[in-house]
């Protein structure tokens, strides 16, 4: 029997935990949002306790909320894509010109509510979507549900209420059908709206009812108007691909299974029905209004925003995206 001294045994334990200690990579997500967003733990924190699980401890992630990693959503996905970050939760609205069409989802009448709109953009992605996320791999691409009109002193019926009146919106798109209402669209990123609509700087805001409890926007809006031709807002959580490239091809498939079409179901799942909770808290709330467009009006809005998606699908065909084809094809 060959005996191995004590001594022997600890520095090959000591060389092996080294090893594996070497070869752990702790990834970097950049989040714009604090650590009290509703996907914070269950969706961005989970991820990485998937991917710990799922390699052993190998491969771990980071989750830096509140812009940590950089003050200014809109910059969220250049911080991927430069490897600022190894992962980033951002809204395409903010950088509209990179990504039309994934944008497309957020017309209204696309989709009918979030579970939906996140199906078509999978639906879609690899033919569609995939080549406007330059430099990243999609991990997660999901929507909030269909945006209500927050108003801090006038209650909105009809697009006639909106004249004038000065309308938060995510993006160039929504901003378009908020004009086509008849409102001033104002784009603004969804961390600075609180303050804005508080002050009077905005009239009222273009937004998933999430928003409500997420951003305290419960506070300074007084009406809530919802049952607008459907409008959703885009998110998407990306990886640089050379972070991407620098796992093994196992831990790359533990990352892909544990995130993709089913991680972004249940994120627009939790939104969904935060913004459900969101609309009846308000709905009893004291001197609070919940509005419902009632079917009359929403033919009028509904006429207006047909003319919007008319433009933007021309508009796009005639920068060379096949508008109409992707359009046909998430539906």
């Known amino acids: 029997m060959v005996r191995i001294s004590s001594a022997v045994l600890a520095a090959a334990t000591a060389a092996t935990s080294f090893s594996v200690a070497a070869e752990a990579k702790e990834l970097k997500f950049a989040s714009f949002v604090s650590s009290k ?54 809204v395409p609205g903010y950088t509209s010109s990179l990504m039309p069409r994934t944008l497309i989802i957020e017309l209204p009448g696309v989709t009918t509510d979030n579970n939906d709109a996140t199906k078509k953009l999978w639906k879609v992605m690899g033919k569609h979507l995939r080549s406007e996320y330059k430099r990243t791999v999609v991990l997660g691409s999901y929507t909030t549900a269909p945006a209500v009109l927050m108003m801090r002193t006038k209650p909105i019926r009809s697009p006639e209420d909106l004249k004038g009146m000065k309308i938060r919106v995510p993006s160039r798109v929504a901003g378009d059908v908020i004009k086509a209402y008849g409102g001033t669209p104002v784009q603004m990123s969804a961390t600075k709206v609180y303050t804005s609509l508080a002050t009077g700087v905005i009239d009222g805001i273009l937004m998933g009812p999430s928003g409500l409890l997420l951003f305290k926007l419960n506070e300074p809006a007084k009406y809530v108007t919802y049952g607008l031709p459907a409008m959703v807002t885009a998110i998407y959580i990306v990886m640089n691909q050379k972070s991407f490239d620098g796992l093994t091809p196992s831990q790359q498939k533990a990352l892909l299974n544990a995130s993709g079409r089913g991680m972004s179901l249940r994120s627009a799942k939790l939104l969904d029905q935060l913004g459900t909770v969101a609309l009846n808290k308000f709905a009893v709330a004291e001197g609070k209004q919940l509005i419902k467009v ?10 207006l925003a047909k003319k919007v998606v008319a433009s933007e699908v021309a508009r796009l065909k005639g920068r060379g995206i096949a508008a109409d084809s992707v359009l046909a094809d998430m539906k």
């Open 37 to 90: 967003y509703v996907l914070h733990k269950p969706v961005f924190e989970q991820l990485g306790k998937d991917m710990a699980k799922a390699t052993g401890g190998a491969v771990t992630i980071r989750v830096y909320p509140s812009g940590e990693l950089g003050r200014g959503a809109a910059e969220q996905y250049k911080r991927a894509a430069t490897g600022i970050a190894d992962l980033a939760m951002g």
């Open 294 to 303: 009632d079917a009359a009006n929403f033919a009028k809005f509904d006429g």
